[in-house]
């Protein structure tokens, strides 16, 4: 690795200027722990520091995602080994209500959807946080990822349905009335 | 293909997908991660020389993370890292996984180009408008963190690496006792990383920890004196000055 010139450290600004807030959002929502999620955002921006000769030019998010997705994927496993509870939410009983989004408060329902995301297939979850939490179009989804747009829309399918049946089964486990929250 | 809360505008799944929408990092984490990694950076520079005088390369984050293996995982893995490279003032401990097994530290490559057509736009802003409000920072601790230098870790075969895990364990102490508001204990750790590591790759990130306590114990014109040197010394860049600068002030420091 050839030392970093001013250009590089340019460069590196610009990139972290650029995608740290995404990589911090992306990490939270793929399964890292809140408590964990700015140590390991910087730790990953400190890998990309040493790794910038690799990035290729224009690639830098993807780069970046690649890193989050596996460090992310790390948390999850770690958090399967401990033990939880029948039903996986058990601090997370709606309050009986016709309203979900006053059943709901906003930390609960982003602690609900981390739960039913952490059952989606890894594939799916990755395709479907970055449609349709991070508003990325397609063919940036398809860029990131590193796949055709085909293969990323056929994710974005999947990824739906997939979401779909576990955030049902997830309403019926809490309590709320399926036909008032639907 | 519209998105979700288009088509569902209300209920359990939108109000679950609003909730996970936009989120801004914290700001004065988000500058900390960015003097880290600057760090590494500039600290990058400056290894192939320390290599040179047969010095390990402990500002390799490799060696560093290889460190962290061969301490057994119970090396402040992240910390490694940013003692090389930045004041921030976080330790971050991990427990240990239940194993590492190689096929988890190895990092697989991810992609460094878009395979399609459609190239990632590398400045892209993420699609939500920056919050300017401050938020608290979350605590140090971050099981998490560890769990990214164990996605880049290799096997811990490397003896320089051992070295280096030294080396950063006692520096580490330093500035554990720093951060914790005990900086004579500080001093005591830098005494001892002195006279075990006298020509060590993390002299500078030492001298700057250094002139922290010396600040905290009230012995400014030792503090001030170190930090001449330090600032006079070769390949003394611009990262070393702006941290000098917030430890003693802009006026201390040209």
Redesign the interface.
Known sequence: ?S??SSD??QR?????D?????I??Q???LG???????????????????R?G??????????????AR??AA??RR?RA?RPVAAGGVPDEQADAGPN??QA?G??R??K???Q??DEMQDDTREAF?L??????S???V???L????GTA?SR?RRA?DE??AI?QRT?ARLG?PLGT?? | MKRLTEELPEGFEATLLRAGQGGEPPPDRQRRALEAALGVVAASSAAPLALKAGVAAATKPSGVVGAAVALGWKAVAVTAVAVVASAAAATYVWNGPSAAPKSTVALPAPPMSPPTAAPARAVDDPPHAPVAAPRVAAPPSAPSAATVARAVAGPPSDPAAEVSAAEISALDDARTAVESRRPADAVRALDAYDARFPHGSLAKEAALVRIQALVDLGDRPEALRRARELTAAPNSDGLYRARLRRILGSDAVP
């Open positions: 690795m030392p970093p590089t450290q590196f600004r610009e990139m972290f650029a995608h740290y807030p995404f911090w959002r990490l939270r929502r890292v722990p809140d408590e964990g999620v700015d140590d390991a955002a910087q730790e990953l921006f400190m890998i990309a520091a040493r910038m690799d990035i290729r030019v224009g690639a830098e998010r993807a780069f970046l995602f690649g890193v596996r460090v790390d948390a770690s080994v979900p989004e709901l906003n930390q329902a982003r609900i959807l981390g039913v995301l946080v449609f349709e939490l991070e508003q990325l397609k063919s940036e398809a860029a990131v590193g796949v055709p747009e829309a974005l739906r979401f779909m955030a309403k709320i929250a639907s």
